[in-house]
């Protein structure tokens, strides 16, 4: 199911201001839950981009309302989906305490419910842009899916599960959720996950999260790595230091900018917006 609300939007609390026309668009997922994003439409010939956002965040989260009322501004289209998280039209973050029954394949199956809606609406090609935990997310689609709506992936301050310096979850987490799979369990559990250190959910679930650590992400990767542009932040303290150089040194596809946190907030969005822009125009030149 389809539905499409035209309304008057002004993003005067954003660093740039805008004011258009916006249509929230609302699906709804295999589960006949409630999905919606923001649809603003480009004047330019261009690849439309979907922007999605991070870990428990919505559509309205600063890093990916910033970029996309920039590239909107540059005449490009933008989709920003909200995952639902299994919470019908959902509009706020999700807290680390409530009860978490979505899984990494439910987050994947919404993408490309929006990838394929915006595929069809614009009958091009799309980029998509994920920032922190939604590369995983992107990964898992395009290891299931493949590239064949897509035209290029830009993964921003690119996480991943089960290690680094916010990661709050542990093998031993995991090991207890093994095990209560084995014996046909699948009760709630209190674990953690990410940033969260209470984070209700089931074990499979958990584990669905937990298995794309750093291996598997950068394995990811550097199978995709042609069609994979990665920006990092030189002072992102979410992930691993040297990360962004090693995969820079393996699959040449980083860009690294200088003092950036994990947010790219402050200066430093200009930045941010400005490689976007400069990866954009490259790519839709081939």
Known sequence: MEKIIIHFLMLSCLSY???????????QNDASV??????????????????????????QFSTV?????????????????????GLDSRKQSLSCEAIHTH?????????????????????????LVGHSAAGPTILNLIEKQGMEQIHHVILISLSYYASGPSANETEAQAIKAREQIRSGSNALEIYALNYCKTYPTYPESFLSYYSWDKAKVE??????????????????KRIDEAWGKQLNTAYGNVISIKGANHFFDQAYEFDLTDSIETLLNIHNRK
Do not use: C
Not at 38 to 58: A, C, K
Not at 65 to 85: F, H, Q
Not at 228 to 233: A, V
């Open 17 to 27: 201001s805008m004011a258009g026309f916006s249509q929230t668009v609302i699906l």
């Open 103 to 127: 899984t990494m394949n439910t987050d994947t199956n919404e993408l490309l419910q929006w990838l394929t809606w915006l595929h069809n609406k614009t009958g091009k090609k799309v980029t």
């Open 34 to 59: 409630t999905m919606t994003a923001d649809y603003l439409e480009g004047t330019v010939d261009m690849s439309p981009v979907l922007v999605l956002h991070g870990f428990l965040q919505t559509n």
């Open 219 to 236: 394995k990811l990767v550097g199978n995709y790595s042609k069609n994979i542009s990665i920006i990092i932040g030189t002072k992102d």
């Open 65 to 85: 309302r910033r970029l996309a009322s920039v590239l909107n501004e540059s005449g490009i289209t933008v989709l920003t989906p909200t995952l639902s998280l």
